[in-house]
């Protein structure tokens, strides 16, 4: 097994990954996985991020996904390998996070896969939040939702349970329900 990064918020959506590493996102097979002991929440506040004012007139819209250590919690992602050059694209974007080794777990089967690397935020050079008054960038949402049901019913199901606010205790879907139907992209 080559080297794996797993994409849970922007890099589920392979338009996002072809941003990065170019016309090389659309011939990578792409694994749907699920990792343990971290939870997923929308809590980094990327200064490059300029709210989206999609559901509120306030300038809250643009936190950006991450994950933290939980033991209790998982999430699902997509898992795909990578070369040197395209690591250090994906590294140089993710700049606001630190690669961490994580265990994969097959979607399907829940059968470990081996290792993989994931972005958690450096408490050192990211800005974190935990003010459920910060909402997810609307583009972000929009691209990860949209990537996990490019996968199917129950990868895209698992997704919107298992991803949270900053206060890590509300649901995106919950917080985000009438807008679900406008948070997957159409092609």
Known sequence: MGLYIVGYGTLLYAESVG????????KKVYHPVIIHG?????????????????????????AAAN????????FNGLAFEVEEHELIAIDKRERHYTRVKTIIY???TEKPMGEAFVYAANE????????????PDWEDISWARTGA???GEKFG???DETTFLADGKTLVKQRYADWLDQLIINK
């Open 38 to 62: 971290f939870k997923r929440l929308f809590n980094l506040l990327p200064p490059h991020y300029k709210p989206s004012f999609k559901i509120s007139n306030k300038p809250v819209e643009k």
């Open 67 to 74: 994950i933290i250590v939980s033991s209790a919690s998982h």
């Open 19 to 26: 941003d990065t590493i170019g016309s090389a996102a659309k």
């Open 149 to 151: 049901y490019s996968y």
């Open 124 to 135: 050192e050079k990211a800005r974190l939040t935990n003010d459920t008054a910060f909402l």
């Open 157 to 159: 199901r698992m997704y």
């Open 106 to 108: 097959d979607f399907h």
